[in-house]
Nanobody, 120 residues
């Protein structure tokens, strides 16, 4: 019923930039919080950044000042601008959204993940 599709990952050198995007589609009435998480090999999935419907943001300490989350409520998209990439940012990045469906349900959705690889 609902899909989150991510794009924009890739391989870059340290100091470079990437922009990740995520588009939600399907039977969506409204989207509450949206966010990005990441999971490095052998590690748990961790929060990177969150954004509310009103645009309030929250970031992990490790990415503050380098990552910027934004959303377009009309297009049901969320983006993550990543600057000054470091090798420790290497991970699979996942989009997440808390979505109200057209028939009243509320559920948490994840994208399929996009790989970000940073070389030193």
């Amino acid at each position: 019923q609902v899909q989150l599709v991510e794009s924009g990952g890739g391989s870059v050198q340290a100091g470079g930039s990437l922009r990740l995007s995520c588009a939600a589609s399907g039977r969506i009435a409204r989207i509450n919080g949206m966010g990005w998480y990441r999971q490095a090999p052998g590690k748990q999935r961790d929060l990177v950044a969150l954004i509310t419907t009103g645009g309030s943001t929250n970031y992990a300490d490790s990415v503050k000042g380098r990552f910027t989350i934004s959303r377009d409520n009309r297009e049901n998209t969320v983006s993550l601008q990543i600057d000054n990439l470091k090798p420790e940012d290497t991970a699979v990045y996942y989009c997440n959204a808390l979505i109200h469906g057209t028939t009243g349900w509320l559920s948490d959705y994840w994208g399929q993940g996009t790989q970000v690889t940073v070389s030193s």
